[in-house]
């Protein structure tokens, strides 16, 4: 906690006093959004910060010292999750310019915990490529499951799967002679939402067990009504849709269906995948504060696995909270190193970086093993590898296509992990994330690159949870 703090502290420290450096506008279909950037280059939205105050009259307390000496604060702060010490708030002032003045003199204050920026996150996938343009948004309501195709008995061949030299790589075939995944196994594809009426995933979407759909009604009384297959963060409905390709490609690459005749297959044939998208707009981007809904939400309804393939922001205590909360529940939480290429134990990534038991930080690697050139590294902070490059999966549309970036290594971990968790449902995120680590495939362009120095072996990985967990329990 002392590192931690010192860790906020040392980037808040160095916001830029007037944030001149404009970058662009977040794409979406709320009103546009103007990006500035820390002084060490982390973005963020001009004029807003996070703050964690210790009640809600200190909270009001302070609003009003910052009105009085601002001049210009604006009560734009809904009450998000409660935490144990206190609640977090989102605070917006109309002068960027004034941002630094306000989260230093929130920190002063003894009724706070924290403030920080309101940090941008961005997929990680290359922008070598432009990324297929996806069909309009999808229906009205969620998923359309009576229009899902019949999985076929016993289990068809699926047509592209030559194509995926990843799953390959990572020995995916011998793995599913022991299991093919589980419809129990849920995982939070945290991203730009999913096509939920793909071909190839709907039968392997989540759907919220005490959520009845489309009757305006919050019926599990999780706070979000009609969140039958998960919820949208960044326009805040209960459709989830996928208005870039990138969630959709994540969520083909941890479970497209496998055996079903149609397209691919992902890493694991089967799942439950709960669709949580706060990234958006045709760079992929989102804030902070969606982005901690959506872990919450994950943490809060039953995901066992999170899958991460974005980043960018600075260190956040409100996201680090997060992820502690998720740990302490024995979720994974996978992350993506990032695509600058660049040393993450020199310049940090987040959520890469948060030296947490259940983070696990994934490069990339092509189809020779080598590590991709935009690949991040880092031998203390990064993990293991993943194949990443060309990597072929689901895009909106019921069409498929080939991306690469760390967004792609990442899922093809989170999907082992669903096979790991599949068949030893009692393996927390300690004991996952140890079986993936102990069980890489030792390369020699990964040595010194990232701490296992290799890459997935999903076979390997479930052989060593046998030795560990004893023979599988049946497969569902
Ligand atoms: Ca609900
Ligand atoms: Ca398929």
Known sequence: MKACARSVASVLGVIAISSVCFLGYAQGSRAPKKIAFTEDG????????LVKVRSSAALERLLDNQQESLGSVSRKAPVLDAGETGQWYKVQISDDYKLREA???ARESADVVYAEPNYVYYSQVSREKNLPTPP???GKGGPDYNAAPALPVPPVADPDIAKMYGLSKIGAQQAWQVTGGSAKVLVADIDTGIDYNHEDIINNLWRNPAEVAGDGIDNDGNGYIDDVVGWDFRDKDARPFDDNSHGTHTAGTIAATGGNGIGISGVAQQASIMSLRFLGGSEGSGS???AVKAIEYATNNGAQIMSNSWGGGGYSQTMFDAISRANDKGILFIAAAGNSGSDNDKKAQYPANYKLPNVLTIAATDSADKL????????????????????LSTVPGSKYSSLSGTSMATPHVTGAAVLLKSVYPNMKARELKAALMESVEALPSLSGKVSTGGRLNISKALAVAKMQHGEPSSGN
């Open 103 to 105: 989260i230093l003199s």
């Open 372 to 391: 991709a050139s935009f690949s991040c590294f880092g031998v203390t902070t990064v993990h293991m590898a993943a194949p990443g490059v060309k990597i």
């Open 288 to 290: 902070l504060e969606d």
């Open 42 to 49: 982390y973005p963020y939205i001009r004029g807003e910060y």
């Open 136 to 138: 309009s948004r999808g």
